[in-house]
């Protein structure tokens, strides 16, 4: 972990207690996940407990405590999406990325997720890469989707 990116990130937010999300949100998308030494540097800047970081960390959905990849990939898994083949779709992306849903490939460079609902039903199935939405997705166009997002 590079401390002065978070300093940086808490100078932004004038290490203001009452900004904790904002520089919990900042850190994440810096290192693609929540590092101990950055809640510790964090919550000892802001005079605040490392409880009440940990607490956010883990209950909002936004955050990880694990390295996550460069780039997220979410695969639909609501009825609309379900029925038209969001399984298959998911099987493939977990065989292609070698990794299990909710997992994150060696190389750091994607992870796949599941979720219950885009709230795009009439693209059915629909796929999101980072923030990028396919719709209509058939298993074919997953390796097309990948390369893009490649090293």
Do not use: W
Not at 87 to 102: A, C, F, N, P, S
Not at 139 to 146: E, G
């Amino acid at each position: 972990m590079d401390e002065q990116i978070v300093d940086t990130i808490l100078e932004r937010h004038n290490e203001q207690p009452s900004a904790l999300i904002g520089i919990l949100l900042d850190v994440q998308e810096e290192f693609h996940y929540l590092p101990k030494e950055a809640l510790t540097t964090i919550t000892d800047r802001l005079n605040i407990p490392l409880s009440r970081a940990y607490c956010l960390a883990t209950f909002f959905k936004a955050f990880s405590l694990v390295p996550r990849g460069k780039h997220i990939i979410r695969v639909c898994m609501g009825t609309a999406c379900h029925v038209r083949g969001g399984l298959k779709i998911l099987e493939k992306l977990e065989r292609d990325l070698k990794v299990k849903t909710g997992g994150t490939t060696e190389d750091l460079q994607f992870s796949l997720d599941a979720v219950n609902c885009l709230g795009c039903c009439g693209l059915a199935p629909v796929v999101t890469a980072d923030d990028d939405i396919y719709g209509k997705v058939a298993s074919t166009k997953t390796p097309k989707i990948l390369k893009k997002y490649s090293k």
